[in-house]
């Protein structure tokens, strides 16, 4: 049998759990504080549900479920190939939380602002930095179509990432809408927009001149992809630049200036706002604004969401606007785990070593040191003391005590 986790999955150490644990209790406290409320949902979903979702390149990383005795014999002998699964695993928290808002919003206050915190699954193909099971921190306001919402969740979100110690961040913003609008402008037709999109958002990666090759060898129309790239190559691209293209009274662009604006405001110049117009995000779902937040230290984003105001209504047939964002913690706990981080005014913590008949008062003498440290007891070893003690200083321990033979705590260095 094989002792190593599945490819793409992780088993964590002790001072691991520690810090995961610190980071996930400090952004949920952060979350609460500004009202949110926690909420659980299943790992498992509908397979319809999912595969109607509009989950974009997440649809093709869904873990199926096979349907269970006679139904997947049935399938089988029937060769019913598409219809061996009833279920998969959760790829994101964004469509469990659409079905749980329908199923159970006569309960809830709407606008109802949630906080969820779990484990998803994709089929990735395993990388650094790509997992088969991660966390994702997440908070959305469902019910209100009110541009607040998105001030409010990246006001909180930053926040989190600050109490974190991820300092150094820029928030990045754009509208699938005015996106859209600008492209139909500039000479795109709609059923191209999804295809435009996926190479626009390889700018950063490709350059201008990388953009318009791939867009020439998709066979869009060369004054389109002319008119785009001139727009491009006027970075960084201005809301003011596009309303020459969309016009002066586009809506889009009011909500985009009006969140930038009310976002300055609150931060107090922490962090710069900044509107992309090659920010795309991969979800299908989203209808909206869509942000993301880039470390400038760490290269890469640690946060991102949007408005997706069309996903609950899959569920109940009413259109019901949505927003959320969502923090990558696994991104977090690896730059902050590669950089040293330590979990700030944490007790320290020291292992008391006992024999064998003095559990009773040793365990005294460590509720005497819990006062001020977390203890943990270990019965001496019959052999190899050091190194053993060695494994405990390796294993996150900050000293240790020898009970009835030592006067005081044994720090290491």
């Given at each position: ?10 088993d ?20 609460q ?30 873990f ?7 139904k ?12 061996l ?13 659409s ?13 109802f602002?949630?906080?969820?915190m ?15 099971e ?27 990432l ?29 059923k ?8 626009l958002?390889k ?13 020439a060898?998709?066979?869009?129309s ?15 691209v201005t ?13 889009a ?38 942000f ?13 969401g ?6 609950i ?5 009413e ?12 991104r977090?706990?690896?730059i ?26 040793a ?7 819990r006062?001020?440290y ?32 030592s ?6 260095e």
């Amino acid at each position: 049998m094989k002792t190593t986790p599945v490819k793409g999955t992780n088993d964590y150490l002790p001072e691991e759990v520690e810090l995961r644990d610190y980071l996930q209790n400090s952004i949920l406290k952060t979350y609460q504080s500004y009202g949110f409320q926690r909420i659980t949902t299943p790992i498992l979903e509908d397979i319809e549900n999912l595969d109607k979702s509009e989950g974009g390149e997440n649809l093709n990383l869904i873990f199926k479920v096979l349907k269970r005795g006679d139904k997947l014999t049935k399938a089988l002998n029937n060769s019913q190939y598409d219809k061996l699964s009833d279920l998969g695993m959760r790829y994101d928290l964004t469509l469990p939380l659409s079905r749980y808002f329908a199923n159970n919003r006569a309960k809830l206050v709407t606008p109802f602002k949630c906080i969820q915190m779990d484990k998803v699954y994709r089929a990735e193909r395993p990388q650094k930095g790509r997992l088969r099971e991660f966390v994702q921190c997440d908070i959305d306001i469902l019910g209100s179509s009110s541009v607040n919402c998105e001030i409010e969740l990246i006001n909180t979100t930053t926040k989190a990432l600050f109490n974190i110690g991820i300092n150094n961040i820029k928030v990045k913003i754009n509208d699938r809408s005015l996106l859209n609008n600008v492209l139909v402008n500039t000479g795109f037709e709609e059923k191209d927009l999804a295809s435009v999109c996926i190479t626009l958002d390889k700018l950063d990666k490709v350059g201008v001149d990388g953009v318009k090759e791939e867009l020439a060898a998709k066979e869009f129309s060369q004054n389109a992809i002319d008119r785009l790239s001139e727009l491009l190559a006027k970075q960084p691209v201005t809301l003011d630049a596009v309303k020459e293209i969309c016009g002066e009274d586009n809506e889009a662009v009011t909500r985009l200036e009006y969140i930038i604006a009310s976002v300055n405001e609150l931060s107090g110049g922490a962090f710069d706002i900044v509107y992309d117009i090659t920010l795309v995000r991969g979800q299908g779902y989203y209808t909206g604004t869509v942000f993301e937040v880039e470390s400038t230290e760490f290269r890469g984003a640690v946060a991102g969401g949007g408005r997706y105001d069309n996903l609950i209504g899959k569920f109940i047939n009413e259109k019901i606007p949505a927003v959320g964002f969502s923090i990558g913690f696994e991104r977090i706990f690896s730059i902050l785990t590669d950089n040293g981080y330590t979990i700030p005014d944490s007790k320290k913590r020291v292992a008391l070593i006992y024999d064998a008949d003095s559990f009773a008062e040793a365990n005294k003498k460590a509720d005497e040191f819990r006062k001020d440290y977390n203890v943990v007891m270990y019965e001496r070893p019959k052999k190899n003391l050091g190194k053993f003690i060695d494994k405990l200083e390796g294993q996150g321990c900050n000293g240790f005590y020898t009970f009835n033979q030592s006067e005081d705590i044994k720090w290491f260095e």
